[in-house]
């Protein structure tokens, strides 16, 4: 539900340095959005293509890459990554221990674009 | 075909929020008035928890709430009727606040006479968790009835939290909930988090949370 404002912050970074940069047409935005949050890719295209009519980021993709979850474990020190739905039950590859915290996979940040 | 070339952005989505947030906090740090977030599904006693806890401490803190509705008033009239100073920001159909409608809460209440201004975010376990509002202190509320697989299906929310109250345990023995393997899950998302057992209905456990909110109070007035 929460990606409308979402978008609004993207588009106006990515019209910030299409503006600096002499940009004509934006042509792909790639993003890294970690699998903890739960937005909808399809959303935020659809989103975009509203919100970005008449900018020189009309008709831009947005190209998500979701950053995985990594979790570390607490008897071992082993990183390793899960999905969501086994968080719940986290079991070290290593050493077989449950015992883990959770280091990254919140990330939520505009890496580079392609313009023209 | 003109060339295709690339710009690197390297910007945080939510940059500007975030810079909004740390104002706030700044802002009430001088005025040495914590401000802490609440968040919840809806039900689950956000406003009964915030009744609780009027009454247990209005005479020893100075307190203010911010009440965030999509479109009603009737959470504020609630804390205000305790003679409490309480306003309603209606978000208009969004599902969390920013730190922007947080800095138009503080401006209307007079913080420098606060100690403590609690903020009741929309009931919702998704959105509230992405944007941070510039409190200093985040604590949720879980209910009994939600079901203790809540963690696996909003992490998130966990893992930012500070504090979460497991309300409703008066309902512990009419349901399956599973409460070592809810404190197991949540540590694994959050192994900071503090967790208290209550409820607002019988006043168990209200007691706990009375005494960690008034110790976080003093430690943050002592903080220079």
């Keep these: ?116 | 075909m003109e060339d295709v070339r690339l710009i690197e952005v390297k910007e945080e989505i939510l940059a500007d929020n975030i810079k909004v947030a740390a104002g706030v906090r700044e802002r009430l740090r001088n005025t040495k008035t914590m401000l802490l977030n609440l968040m919840s599904s809806p039900g689950s006693g956000k406003t009964s928890l915030i009744l609780q806890t009027v009454a247990n401490l209005k005479d020893s803190l100075r307190l203010g709430v911010i009440e965030a509705d999509i479109d009603s008033t009737v959470d504020a009239e609630k804390v205000a009727a305790r003679g409490i100073p309480a306003i309603q920001l209606r978000t208009g159909g969004f599902c969390h606040l920013d730190a922007t409608m947080v800095t138009q809460g503080i401006d209307a209440l007079s913080v420098s006479d606060l100690d403590l201004v609690i903020i009741e975010n929309v009931g919702n376990l998704v959105c509230p968790a992405e944007f941070d509002t510039g409190a200093h202190k985040n604590v949720m509320i879980l209910s009994v009835p939600e079901g203790d697989d809540k963690p696996l299906k909003y992490p998130l929310m966990f893992s930012i939290c500070d504090l979460l109250l497991i309300n409703k345990i008066d309902y512990l023995s009419l349901s399956d909930f599973d409460m070592s393997a809810l404190r197991k899950r949540v540590m694994t998302l959050n192994p900071r988090i503090v967790i208290i057992e209550v409820s607002c209905k019988t006043g168990s456990g209200i007691e706990d949370w009375i005494n960690w909110l008034k110790r976080e109070v003093e430690y943050f007035k002592e903080l220079k």
């Design chain 1, 1 to 116: 539900m929460h990606e409308l404002p979402i978008t609004e912050s993207i588009l106006k970074i990515v019209l910030k340095h299409a503006e600096t940069n002499n940009v004509r047409q934006v042509v792909t935005i790639h993003l890294q959005i970690g699998k903890l949050s739960d937005l909808e890719d399809e959303w935020i295209q659809r989103y975009f293509d509203f919100l970005s009519k008449g900018t020189l980021a009309q008709g831009a993709k947005l190209k998500i890459e979701r950053m995985p979850i990594m979790v570390q474990c607490n008897v071992c020190s082993t990183s390793y990554e899960v999905e969501v739905a086994k968080l719940g039950d986290l079991v070290c590859p290593n050493c077989g221990q449950k015992d883990s915290t959770l280091l990254s996979g919140r990330e939520y940040y505009i890496k580079d674009m392609e313009v023209q």
